[in-house]
C-alpha cells in the first residue's frame, strides 16, 4: 500500500498544558506533515524530516495553510437521541419521559437503528470526530447497528445497550438476567473486533433495580479491562429520585461504588452536583467525570465544576451528549465549555481546550497508546481545520492572530464548516459525503 504524507501545520500533545506558555506540552511545526501507511501514523514532525524518512513511494496531500490534529473523541453520546436534539422541555426528567423514550422505542426496528447510526456517524465524521463512546438503546439490535456501520467506516468506536429495568416505558425495558445476556452476547460479537469495544451501560440508577445493578457488576467483574459508562448527579430532582430508591445508599456514587462499578475506565456523564465523598471517591478509585456542557446548558441542569475535581485529583473528559447536548461539534462543545467554566470564575486556555479534545479524552479512555496523538504507532486518526472556513473567521485572522489566539478562534466560531477533512486510519472520509 502506497504511503500517503499530508502536509500542513501540525499540532499535537504531549501533556495536558499547564497554561498557553507551557510549551513542553505540546508540539508545533508550522510546515509540518504526517507519513501514514496502512492506517497507521509511521512518522510526524517538520516536513523536511518527514519527506527525508518517506523514501520515494509515496503521495502527498498539501492541506498549507490549514492546521492538522489527532481526531477528535467524544466521551459521552446517545446515538438513539440523533432525532431528539432541540427538543423542547423544563429539565432532564421531562424531556426523558416526553422525547426521549419514546423516540428510542423505535430502534427494536434494525433497519431504523440501521438508517439513523448511518447518519449518526455522517454527522461525527462531518464535525471532525473520530472515535465516540456511545449509548445504544435497550435493543441488542441498536447495538449490532452500531457496531456494523463503525466496523464498515473502519472506526475506532465505544459503545453499548442500555441496561434498564424500571421507570421506562414496558417496550423499553430488560431485565436483569436478559440484560446481562444481551449484554455478554454483543460482546462476544463486537468487543475487539477491528477498532471496536464493548461498554457496559447501566442507564442510570433511576432505571435500574439492584438486581440489574448487581447484573452489572458481574459483567465488569468478568471483564475487569472493559469501559463502563453510566450518569451521575446532572439534576437535583435525578438526585433526590435516585435516592428514593436506594435510601441505604450514602449517596448517588455509593450505588455504584457498592456494585463494583468504579474504577480508570468508568466514564460518569455529567457528575456536577457531587458530595465531598463522592469526589474523594472519584479521585480513589480513578473514574472519570464527563463535562457536558451544552446539555447542562439547554436542560438547566447546572454548572460544571472543573476547578473543585481538578483540586481533588479527579480525572475529567469532555463530551457532546447528544441529544441533550445541541451540537455534534467538539468546538462547539468546549466553546460552552469556556463560558459554564467562566460563570464559575473559572478559566480554560484554547491549548488545555484542544488537548482535552485529543489526548485528554483518549487518556480517559485509556486508549492514548491508540488514539488521540500523533505519535509514530499510533492510529491515523486526523483532523485538518481551517480557521477562516467563513466571513467572520477570515476577518478576525485578518487582524492577525497567535496560534492561541486561532484555537480560541476556532473553538468560539469553528463547526463542521471548519473542518477541511477528517482521516479516519488515514482515509479521508469528509470530502466523501459531501
Not at 501507511?37 to 498549507?64: K, N, W
Not at 466496523?151 to 438476567?177: E, F, I, S
Not at 457532546?320 to 451540537?327: A, C, K, M, P, V
Request: glycine share 8%.
Amino acid at each position: 500500500m502506497k504511503k500517503l504524507l499530508i502536509r500542513g501545520r501540525v499540532l499535537s500533545f504531549r501533556d495536558e498544558p499547564a497554561s498557553a506558555d507551557d510549551h513542553e506540552a505540546y508540539c508545533y511545526y508550522e510546515d509540518g506533515a504526517v507519513l501514514v501507511e496502512g492506517g497507521l501514523i509511521r512518522q510526524s514532525g517538520a516536513y523536511a524530516d518527514v519527506v527525508a524518512a518517506a523514501g520515494s513511494d509515496f503521495e502527498t496531500v498539501d492541506h498549507r495553510p490549514h492546521l492538522i490534529m489527532p481526531g477528535f473523541i467524544d466521551t459521552h453520546i446517545h446515538y438513539p437521541q440523533t432525532q431528539v436534539v432541540a427538543s423542547y422541555a423544563a429539565n432532564l426528567l421531562e424531556w426523558l419521559n416526553t422525547y426521549t423514550f419514546v423516540a428510542e422505542q423505535k430502534f427494536a426496528d434494525e433497519q431504523h437503528a440501521q438508517f439513523i447510526t448511518e447518519r449518526f456517524l455522517d454527522e461525527l465524521i462531518r464535525h471532525g470526530t473520530t472515535t465516540a463512546v456511545a449509548y445504544c438503546s435497550v435493543h441488542p439490535q441498536s447495538a449490532d447497528a452500531y457496531f456494523r456501520a463503525s466496523q464498515y467506516r473502519g472506526m475506532r468506536m465505544l459503545g453499548g445497550k442500555v441496561m434498564m429495568d424500571r421507570n421506562a416505558p414496558p417496550a423499553l425495558c430488560d431485565t436483569a438476567q436478559s440484560g446481562y445476556d444481551d449484554s455478554k452476547a454483543l460482546i462476544a460479537r463486537w468487543h475487539g473486533v477491528d477498532r471496536l469495544e464493548y461498554v457496559i451501560t447501566p442507564r442510570f440508577a433511576i432505571t435500574s433495580t439492584p438486581a440489574q445493578m448487581e447484573a452489572s457488576g458481574a459483567l465488569a467483574a468478568e471483564f475487569p479491562d472493559m469501559c463502563i459508562q453510566t450518569h451521575l448527579s446532572e439534576n437535583h430532582d435525578e438526585i433526590a429520585f435516585t435516592k428514593q430508591l436506594y435510601p441505604d445508599a450514602p449517596d448517588y456514587l455509593g450505588i455504584y461504588e457498592h456494585y463494583g462499578l468504579l474504577g480508570n475506565r468508568t466514564l460518569l456523564g455529567h457528575s456536577i452536583h457531587l458530595e465531598a465523598r463522592e469526589v474523594a471517591v472519584m479521585a480513589e478509585t480513578g473514574a472519570i467525570a464527563v463535562f457536558c456542557p451544552t446539555s447542562n446548558l439547554f436542560l438547566g441542569s447546572g454548572l460544571f465544576d472543573r476547578d473543585r475535581l481538578k483540586a481533588n485529583g479527579v480525572r475529567m473528559a469532555v463530551a457532546t451528549d447528544i441529544g441533550g447536548g445541541t451540537s455534534f461539534s467538539m468546538l462547539r462543545t468546549l466553546d460552552e465549555g469556556y463560558k459554564v467554566l467562566q460563570l464559575r470564575g473559572q478559566r480554560m486556555n484554547p491549548f488545555q481546550s484542544f488537548y482535552m479534545m485529543t489526548l485528554g479524552n483518549a487518556r480517559a479512555l485509556s486508549l492514548e497508546d491508540r488514539i488521540g496523538t500523533l505519535e509514530a504507532g499510533t492510529e491515523a486518526d486526523l483532523v485538518v481545520l481551517d480557521s477562516c472556513a467563513t466571513a467572520p473567521m477570515r476577518l478576525r485572522m485578518a487582524a492577525g492572530a497567535t496560534l492561541e489566539q486561532e484555537l480560541f478562534l476556532l473553538q468560539t466560531m469553528g463547526d463542521d464548516r471548519a473542518i477541511v477533512e477528517t482521516y479516519i486510519a488515514g482515509k479521508p472520509m469528509k470530502k466523501a459525503l459531501a
